[in-house]
């Protein structure tokens, strides 16, 4: 009965609390104007979480179209579905912008193996965009495992013949795990560009991902000026493969390894970027944008990776309309194509931009995921970098900690400029790599309140950007 009554006590202790921290949530002390923009912020999560649509969007783009690789049929749908949402959603104009992009497809299912002591070994693998097949019979040679692009540059000659077995891991101690992909990142993108000059028969890689799981993870890849006849076929395998893989070469270093990949890279096909905006009421000349890209990889569903950040970005518009929050500038929502493997929806998206002489205040691009809310990093000048640093009183009460200095992201990265702030979306890092670029990128691992909580974050500092951004002349450092 004691125990009973403790837990009880606890319970009402700890309801106690969070009801405090609410209560000192709301009464912060702000100045008059901070205190309009506390309500207006705690508006725009409340209506995320009680009345938000990016769950149900994401729901749609990711089971009734599912992957949408640049070039695909189920990328052409993916516009078809991206300009008649903007409708619904009530912008006042949409309108697609034409764009040639590349066209790789992998074709038939990739397969892999490899014998050891007389057992045979099916190795989970996929080929890396851009890649070449392997002939129709596949690849059998000997391995050579190293563990950077440095190591392979190094052996040199001696890849001549081989299949270069790349095993740099993920360094697991450092926190941020993008930064943990980019630390090896590099061997996905350039070991065929390193190995085929030398020779090499191909290339393998392990997976981008913290976990040691059997799901082979894609991406981008390039042969950068080699000529064609030093192209090699190039693929990642499973990241508990390349365990297994690493050990069976220390029992058996000569033990060789079959591959069959049937990828091929066709000619340029037309595609769009799919663009909405709102008037703004005051300088509807500036133009503040808020996107993410459409496309995604083929093996799952691009859920994380960028359904969510286009969800997310629509979801910014429509908060601001639910709530007939008027902004003096515009916002364009702009759905980018082929962020994967080309930017070429970026690349055409600014220079349009700048043909067509506008002008271009912030961007604000969801890149990384779905997940739990962290905060924002800023690639701005000095003045606007402190002006974003300041608002963070006002959006630490949401989980928004971090607004540090740092890449807003690929997309919104050719409208950079001294006097254009741009924002790249923080969420929580550490499940992301999971799922990125592999066929776990699923609807069912986006969790709905972490989507809205996003949603909302994004349109915060959307709100503050366009209320304070250019009160403020932004002046050289």
């Known amino acids: 009965m004691k125990k009973l009554l403790l837990l009880f006590l606890s319970s009402i202790l700890l309801i106690s609390c969070n ?34 649509k990016s769950y149900e969007w994401l729901r749609d783009l990711t089971q009734n179209i599912g992957g949408r690789l640049s070039g695909s049929p189920e990328a052409e749908k993916a516009v078809i579905w991206g300009e008649k949402l903007m409708k619904e959603v009530g912008l006042d104009s949409v309108w697609l912008q034409p764009v040639m992009v590349p066209h790789w497809v992998r074709g038939e299912k990739e397969v892999a193996t490899y014998t050891i002591n007389d057992i045979q070994k099916d190795v989970p693998i996929c080929a890396l965009g851009f890649s070449i097949a392997t002939p129709k019979t596949g690849i059998l040679a000997e391995v050579i495992e190293v563990k950077s692009l440095k190591e392979a540059e190094e052996i040199g000659e001696k890849l001549r013949g081989k299949i270069i077995f790349f095993n740099g891991a993920f360094d697991n101690t450092i926190i941020n795990t993008f930064q943990a992909y980019g630390g090896c990142a590099g061997q996905r993108y350039a070991g065929a560009m390193v190995c085929g000059k030398f020779g090499a028969k191909a290339v393998i890689v392990r997976s981008m991902t913290n976990s040691i799981d059997d799901y082979p993870h894609t991406g981008t890849m390039s042969y950068g ?34 591959f069959k990949q049937n990828c091929e890279t ?50 910014v518009a429509y908060l601001f309309k639910k709530n007939n929050i008027k902004l003096k500038n515009t916002l364009r929502v702009v759905f980018f194509m082929n962020e994967e493997n080309g930017i070429r929806g970026a690349l055409k998206y600014a220079e349009l931009a700048k043909l067509n002489k506008e002008k271009h205040i912030a961007g604000l691009e969801s890149d990384e995921g779905g997940h739990t809310p962290r905060g924002f990093s800023i690639d701005a000048n000095t003045v606007n970098t402190k002006l974003l640093q300041s608002w963070k009183k006002l959006l630490t009460p949401y989980g928004l900690h971090d607004l540090d200095k740092g890449s807003s992201g690929a997309d919104i990265s050719p409208l950079k400029a001294e006097n254009v702030t741009l924002v790249g979306y923080k969420p929580d890092s550490q499940r992301y790599f999971d799922y990125h670029h592999s ?31 250019y009160n403020n002349t932004p002046v050289k450092p």
Do not use: C
């Not at 693929?235 to 365990?243: G, M, Q, T, Y």
């Open 225 to 258: 000026d080699l000529p064609k006849e030093q192209y090699i076929p190039t693929a990642a395998i499973s990241s508990r493969a390349a365990e297994i893989l690493s050990t069976d070469l220390k029992k058996d270093p000569t033990l060789k390894f079959y």
């Open 439 to 469: 066929s776990t990128d699923t609807f069912d691992k986006v969790n709905k309140r972490e989507l809205e909580l996003g949603s909302a974050s994004m349109a915060s500092i959307i709100y503050l950007m366009d209320k304070y951004l």
């Open 19 to 52: 009801q405090k921290q609410e209560k000192i949530i709301d009464n912060t002390q702000f100045s008059a104007e901070e205190k309009i923009d506390s309500t207006n912020i705690k508006t725009l999560f409340n209506t995320a979480l009680t009345e938000g």
């Open 266 to 315: 066709l000619a340029d096909a037309p595609s769009f970027n799919v663009v909405g905006e709102i008037k703004g009421a005051k300088t509807p000349e500036n133009i503040m944008v808020v996107g993410g890209h459409l496309d995604s990889w083929d093996l799952g569903e691009g859920a994380h990776d960028d359904g969510a950040g286009i969800v997310q970005s629509l979801e």
